[in-house]
C-alpha cells in the first residue's frame, strides 16, 4: 500500500529570491540567489491547504538568509546556521537550508510523514547551481556556450560532388553549443562542509575545452 502511495505522489517546489552578504577570500561580497525547496505530497495529503502552509515554512526560512551576513558568529547563534567562517558557497546554502527548513517541517507536522523535503536547490547567476538531496548527496553544476564553425566535407569527392551530398553543409558554418558539467559529493556528517570549489571547475572548463 505504501509503495503505491509513493507512486502516486505529488511533487511541489516554490523559488525564493533572497539577496545575502558574506565573505569569502577575506572579501565581502552580496549576491541575490533563486532558492528552490521540492517535496514530495502523499496523493491523499495535497490539498490547498498544505501546499500553502508548505509554502509560508519555506518563506519563514528564506528570511532567515535574507538580507543577512551569513557567515557571521551572530547569524551562527541566533538562527543556528552553520557556515564556514572564512566563506560561503552556494552549496553551503543548499544544506544550510534544507537543514533549517527540515527542523520546521518535523515541528509543524509531528513527523506524521505527510511531507518529505526531497531538496533544495540554490542558484546564483544564470550558470551555477548547487543542490542538496534527501540523501545527503550534493550536486553542483555550472554550464557555459561557446561557438564553433565546421563543414561536411570529403576530400575525395569534388566541391560539386561535396555540394550534391552535404546541401548548404558543404560550406563553412557555426553553431551554438551549450556545455554543463555536474559534481556530487555524498556528505557524511554535518561537519563535512569542504566542497569542490567551483571556480577552480570554471577555470578547467575555460582551459581545457572553450579555449580549444
Same mark, same amino acid.
Not at 521540492?38 to 491547504?49: G, P, R, V
Not at 527548513?101 to 547551481?129: A, C, H, P, Y
Given at each position: 500500500?505504501?509503495?503505491?502511495?509513493?507512486?502516486?505522489?505529488?511533487?511541489?517546489?516554490?523559488?525564493?529570491?533572497?539577496?545575502?552578504?558574506?565573505?569569502i577570500n577575506n572579501k565581502i561580497k552580496a549576491s541575490n540567489f533563486i532558492i528552490k525547496p521540492s517535496f514530495t505530497l502523499l496523493e491523499k495529503n495535497t490539498s490547498t491547504f498544505l501546499e500553502k502552509e508548505l509554502f509560508k515554512i519555506a518563506f519563514v526560512v528564506s528570511k532567515k538568509f535574507d538580507?543577512?551576513?551569513?557567515?557571521?558568529?551572530?547569524?551562527?547563534?541566533?538562527?543556528?546556521?552553520?557556515?564556514?567562517?572564512?566563506?560561503?558557497?552556494?552549496?553551503?546554502?543548499?544544506?544550510?537550508?534544507?537543514?533549517?527548513?527540515?527542523?520546521?517541517?518535523?515541528?509543524?507536522?509531528? =513527523?506524521?510523514?505527510?511531507?518529505?523535503?526531497?531538496?533544495?536547490?540554490?542558484?546564483?547567476?544564470?550558470?551555477?547551481?548547487?543542490?542538496?538531496?534527501?540523501?545527503?548527496?550534493?550536486?553542483?553544476?555550472?554550464?557555459?556556450?561557446?561557438?564553433?564553425?565546421?563543414?561536411?566535407?570529403?576530400?575525395?569527392?569534388?566541391?560539386?560532388?561535396?555540394?550534391?551530398?552535404?546541401?548548404?553543409?558543404?560550406? =563553412?558554418?557555426?553553431?551554438?553549443?551549450?556545455?554543463?558539467?555536474?559534481?556530487?559529493?555524498?556528505?557524511?556528517?554535518?561537519?563535512?562542509?569542504?566542497?569542490? =570549489?567551483?571556480?577552480?571547475?570554471?577555470?578547467?572548463?575555460?582551459?581545457?575545452?572553450?579555449?580549444?
Amino acid at each position: 500500500m505504501r509503495q503505491k502511495l509513493l507512486v502516486k505522489s505529488k511533487k511541489l517546489s516554490f523559488d525564493y529570491l533572497i539577496s545575502s552578504s558574506y565573505e569569502i577570500n577575506n572579501k565581502i561580497k552580496a549576491s541575490n540567489f533563486i532558492i528552490k525547496p521540492s517535496f514530495t505530497l502523499l496523493e491523499k495529503n495535497t490539498s490547498t491547504f498544505l501546499e500553502k502552509e508548505l509554502f509560508k515554512i519555506a518563506f519563514v526560512v528564506s528570511k532567515k538568509f535574507d538580507h543577512k551576513f551569513l557567515n557571521t558568529q551572530k547569524n551562527k547563534n541566533d538562527l543556528n546556521l552553520n557556515f564556514n567562517k572564512d566563506c560561503v558557497n552556494i552549496e553551503d546554502i543548499a544544506k544550510n537550508y534544507f537543514d533549517q527548513l527540515k527542523k520546521e517541517l518535523n515541528i509543524k507536522f509531528d =513527523d506524521k510523514k505527510i511531507v518529505n523535503l526531497s531538496s533544495v536547490q540554490v542558484q546564483r547567476g544564470f550558470v551555477d547551481r548547487a543542490t542538496y538531496t534527501f540523501d545527503n548527496k550534493i550536486i553542483l553544476s555550472t554550464e557555459s556556450r561557446f561557438s564553433s564553425v565546421h563543414r561536411h566535407y570529403n576530400l575525395n569527392l569534388s566541391d560539386k560532388e561535396n555540394k550534391n551530398l552535404y546541401k548548404k553543409c558543404s560550406i =563553412d558554418h557555426g553553431h551554438e553549443y551549450e556545455i554543463r558539467i555536474f559534481l556530487k559529493k555524498i556528505i557524511n556528517n554535518n561537519s563535512d562542509n569542504k566542497f569542490f =570549489d567551483l571556480s577552480k571547475l570554471k577555470n578547467v572548463l575555460q582551459k581545457k575545452t572553450l579555449k580549444a
